[in-house]
């Protein structure tokens, strides 16, 4: 249904800023919204910002007014612009569709540190 590989992450300052992008393969990518989640160390994978396949965005509260997350239908991608980072921003994101129905990808890697 669907394949995600998951691009952009690094090393931050707190307050910095990354952007991470997701090519997506697969039929699932233009039938359904997409989404960003991540997965801290010891912790559940989270849920983190959808956008419809019409464009329409929703925000987990911990990253709201901070994260922007958009679409490119025509070549299969999906952005997230991360501003006003912080460290319990750390974690591996990944994408996928919402609610997750492709494979998961390995992720990138997010460290928010100073």
């Known amino acids: 249904q669907g394949q995600f590989v998951e691009s952009g992450g690094g090393l931050v300052q707190p307050g910095g800023s990354l952007r991470l992008s997701c090519a997506a393969s697969?039929?699932?990518?233009?039938?359904?919204?997409m989404g960003w989640y991540r997965q801290a160390p010891g912790k559940q994978r989270e849920w983190v910002a959808r956008?419809?396949?019409?464009?329409?965005?929703k925000y987990g509260d911990s990253v709201k007014g901070r994260f922007t997350i958009s679409r490119d239908n025509a070549v299969k991608t999906v952005t997230l612009q991360m501003n006003s980072l912080k460290p319990e921003d750390t974690a591996v994101y990944y994408c996928?569709?919402?609610?997750?129905?492709?494979?998961w990808g390995q992720g990138t890697q997010v460290t928010v540190s100073s």
């Open positions: 697969g039929s699932i990518f233009s039938i359904n919204a």
């Open positions: 956008v419809s396949s019409g464009g329409s965005t």
């Open positions: 996928n569709s919402v609610p997750p129905m492709g494979s």
